[in-house]
């Protein structure tokens, strides 16, 4: 939500620090990077992110990484691939983006984070 809300804003790039930064070991409370949370935002950040980041965090010892195991890089590996695929379609709604406001003259805002469906029904 907060991704739609930024691009409406004008906002439309954005990316985040994969497996997130910030884990908790005390106070009785440990909130650590886990093995799944760490392969789902792959997955995520290779669809969604304009940057690619990881981040091993403020507990890297305590917290799963991308080179823990080998399944773990092996993801990591394929998610980045993916990544790299949307190079293009992500060059493309900027293009559109940039040549819409030019055109018009107007730093109007315009979504450049569009779900794929919408490409298709929409004509720019």
Known sequence: ????S????????SH?????YTMIKKFGLEYL????????????????DVIYRTHQGNLPEDSWQVYTDDSTLSC??????????FV???K???????L????????????????FFVLVMVSF
């Open 1 to 4: 939500m907060g991704r739609i």
């Open 6 to 13: 930024s691009g409406l804003s004008g906002l439309s790039l």
């Open 16 to 20: 985040s620090d994969t497996g997130g």
């Open 33 to 48: 990077r886990s093995k799944e949370l760490l392969v789902r935002w792959m997955e995520m950040t290779a669809v969604l």
């Open 76 to 85: 990591f590996k394929r998610s980045i691939a993916l990544h790299k695929l």
């Open 88 to 90: 293009p379609y992500r």
């Open 92 to 98: 493309g709604i900027l293009g559109r983006r940039w």
């Open 100 to 115: 819409t406001m030019a055109f018009r003259g107007t730093s109007r805002t315009t979504v450049s984070i569009l779900p």
